[in-house]
């Protein structure tokens, strides 16, 4: 299998760090592959049109995008229900989570790019949005801190801690930890994982 990587992009970490906890990370032949918003990639369009990533590429040609389904496809190889429940009230409850953790990801990824516009170009309305949803999903997330730390490790983990690492890893100076402790509790247990020490973001 080939996919198309980067070690800066957090829909690729979700990935990598479920082919981790699958066993699987070994088979995956990493590509590196560049996916600016603004910069189509004429390469990556051969295998994915929408020219993102991550986008994974079967010894048979065939192409899987994006992260949710190239991480049920991987947990499906590895035998099935380890990430994605089989039971269905397990599963929803999953799906739930994944929707928030990887909806995380979509505001952090255009806050950044938002904050990085040059001078001039920025919308301090569009920043005070982003700002205050971040704010609610942290708060959503420390409530439901204590019941998802509970639970089998799943793709819901995966997505909210992929996200929680992105936020550190991209603002650095958003002190979230001392008003949120149950979910920095949790979030120091995702980060000594395994497959979360084998996928660290790398800015480079």
């Not at 699958?22 to 990639?41: H, K």
């Not at 049920?72 to 994944?98: C, Q, S, T, V, W």
């Amino acid at each position: 299998m080939k996919l198309h990587w980067s070690p800066r992009s957090p829909f690729v970490r979700k990935v990598m760090l479920s082919a981790h906890e699958l066993g699987l990370a070994d088979r995956i032949e990493r590509v590196r592959t560049l996916a600016a918003m603004s910069q189509p990639n004429a390469a990556l369009m051969r295998d994915n049109p929408l020219s993102k990533i991550p986008t994974l590429v079967l010894d048979d040609g065939t192409v899987i995008y994006d992260s949710v389904v190239i991480c049920e496809y991987l947990d499906g190889i590895a035998g099935g229900h380890r990430l994605f429940p089989a039971d269905f009230k397990r599963r929803i409850d999953a799906a739930r989570r994944h929707a928030l953790g990887n909806g995380f990801l979509d505001l952090l990824v255009l806050r950044r790019n938002e904050r990085d516009r040059p001078d001039g170009a920025r919308s301090e309305p569009h920043l005070e949005a982003f700002a205050t949803k971040t704010e609610a999903t942290l708060a959503a997330l420390e409530r439901e801190a204590d019941s998802f730390a509970a639970k089998p490790f799943d793709i819901g983990h995966v997505a909210i801690g992929c996200g929680l690492a992105y936020f550190d890893f991209r603002f650095t100076t958003d002190a979230w930890r001392p008003a949120h402790p149950r979910l920095a509790a949790w979030h120091d247990t995702f980060s000594a994982r395994p497959s979360a020490i084998a996928t660290k973001f790398v800015d480079g």
